[in-house]
């Protein structure tokens, strides 16, 4: 009898907790519809990081409309990123089903996640890899989806994703690697800040000729 009530007390909690969570999850996706985060939990990340690394740590991070955000550059990510970003609704069950079957049949495992899921993960995860951290990717997804829309979700994206080293959004990215403002990037620039995405890390623009020609024939199959 002890052990039920013992279940029942934690099954509870667990209920709270994961209420106030979401709930939480919730109001912050709302705020966040009207107005612009001015950090994020992988901002923080890197932060924390810097802490633990030789050398000097410069955030650069400007949040700017999407209208100030060039057609090309915004084409380019999304054609690099998730081709299908207007067409589901946060989860391409598409990709995810081929990504399954290219690692059952013994290929590389490659990653499926959506603009939505990889603004949810800078927004109130962590780049750290993990079951745990996927599965609430997941659930918080539909949140963004619903309460943000699609366009919001693209301006946000853009704005606050990593682009180097301290390097936060298209605005930073743009003055960075060409000097100029996100509104002016043009096609080919835009194609090579898209490229360097996966790994901001470590790529630069300026050796992503390969890349960034596969993203240019990307863009203008999709019409652009």
């Known amino acids: 009898m002890a052990r039920k009530l013992n279940f ?3 099954l509870k909690w667990a209920v709270c907790a994961a209420a106030a969570f979401y709930g939480w999850i919730a109001l912050s996706l709302f705020i966040m519809r009207y107005v612009d985060p001015p950090t994020t939990a992988v901002q923080m990340e ?4 810097s802490w633990f690394r030789k050398g000097r740590y410069q955030k650069r991070y400007r949040f ?5 955000i060039s057609p090309a550059l915004q084409h380019a990510v999304v054609a690099a990123e998730d081709a299908r970003f207007f067409k589901h609704h946060g989860l391409d069950w598409v990709e995810i089903q081929d990504a399954v079957e290219d690692d059952l049949d013994g290929g590389r495992l490659r990653g499926a ?12 995860l962590t780049t ?5 951290r996927k599965a ?12 943000l829309g699609k366009q919001r979700i693209l301006e946000l994206y853009l704005n606050v994703i990593e682009w180097g080293p301290g390097i936060f959004g298209a605005e930073a990215a743009a003055q960075r690697y060409y000097g100029e403002p996100a509104a002016r990037i043009n ?3 835009g194609a090579r800040l898209a490229a360097i995405l996966p790994n901001p890390i470590r790529r630069q623009p300026a050796r992503m000729s390969k890349y960034s020609t596969v993203i240019l024939q990307r863009m203008s199959q999709m019409g652009w």
């Open 8 to 10: 029942r007390r934690y």
């Open 46 to 49: 890197r932060r924390v990081e």
């Open 64 to 68: 700017v409309d999407l209208n100030e």
């Open 113 to 124: 996640s959506t603009i939505t899921q990889q603004l949810v993960k800078n927004l109130f």
């Open 128 to 132: 750290r890899g993990s079951f745990v």
């Open 136 to 147: 609430l990717e997941f659930t918080i997804v539909p949140f963004a989806e619903g309460i």
């Open 187 to 189: 096609r080919e620039e």
